[in-house]
């Protein structure tokens, strides 16, 4: 059973740091992509930063310079680097992961989600 288990959420002031962490089990396939998406409340989910095998990471213009996005293969666990932090980068955090299975395609795989609040 595939999991994507994300944490390190929390409430920061404005300004201030986090490190969201996506722990991956039980994949099986060729990992084409993982990414970090965002929805906030009312809003419609968004993609904050993601990150292709083998290519270099795509930001939001939102974040660009701000947030940080990498990977440890070795620890099967996907990181997000949040610095500078603001009001607006409130949301609930997915981490994902686009999964190529021979012969099957690809599948795509959702965390639960983590929250973070940054206060003005």
């Known amino acids: 059973q595939v999991r994507l288990l994300e944490s390190g959420g929390g409430l920061v002031q404005a300004g201030g740091s986090l490190r969201l962490s996506c722990a991956t089990s039980?994949?099986?396939?060729?990992?084409?992509?993982m990414g970090w998406y965002r929805q906030a409340l009312g809003k419609q989910r968004e993609s904050v930063a993601t990150l292709t095998t083998g290519g270099s990471p795509n930001y939001a213009d939102s974040v660009k310079g701000r947030f940080t996005i990498s990977r440890d293969n070795a620890k099967n666990t996907m990181y997000l680097q949040m610095s500078s932090l603001k009001p607006e980068d409130t949301a609930v955090y997915y981490c994902?992961?686009?999964?190529?299975?021979?012969?099957?395609?690809?599948?795509?795989?959702w965390g639960q989600g983590t929250q973070v609040t940054v206060s003005s």
């Open positions: 039980g994949i099986i396939g060729r990992i084409n992509e």
């Open positions: 994902h992961a686009a999964v190529s299975i021979p012969l099957k395609g690809v599948n795509d795989y």
